[in-house]
């Protein structure tokens, strides 16, 4: 899991455009964008990364999703950052999310 969570950390960010990512299985973050740096929001597993991005913007179930959608929204969608890593020892097929307290999710051992 540290490997990932490297991965991750050293990982730059891209705008959250779906048209350049690919729906494939990854572990992907959101961040946002501030003045004083960037905040990482969520971190999840997902077969189709592409598509699981795009319900995040579309579908307001999880407390993730509702924060990008009102980004989008409110035409901040220009703060939200994406990256996403392979994770070669993953076995596991199915999607799932690795959360942390307070409505944000975060792998646990990737603090900074």
Request: aromatic share 8%; proline share 4%; hydrophobic share 30%.
């Amino acid at each position: 899991m540290e490997q990932i969570c490297a991965k991750l950390l050293k990982r730059r960010g891209r705008p959250y455009k779906l048209s350049s990512v690919k729906s494939v299985p990854r572990i992907y973050a959101i961040s946002v964008k501030r003045a004083r740096g960037i905040k990482h929001l969520y971190a999840g597993r997902s077969k189709h990364v592409k598509i699981r991005l795009q319900l995040h913007k579309t579908k307001k179930t999880q407390a993730i999703s509702k924060r990008v959608a009102a980004m989008f929204k409110q035409h901040k969608q220009s703060q939200l950052r994406i990256k996403y890593v392979k994770n070669e020892r993953q076995k596991k097929k199915r999607s799932g999310i690795y959360s942390m307290p307070d409505e944000e999710y975060w792998i646990p051992s990737c603090a900074e």
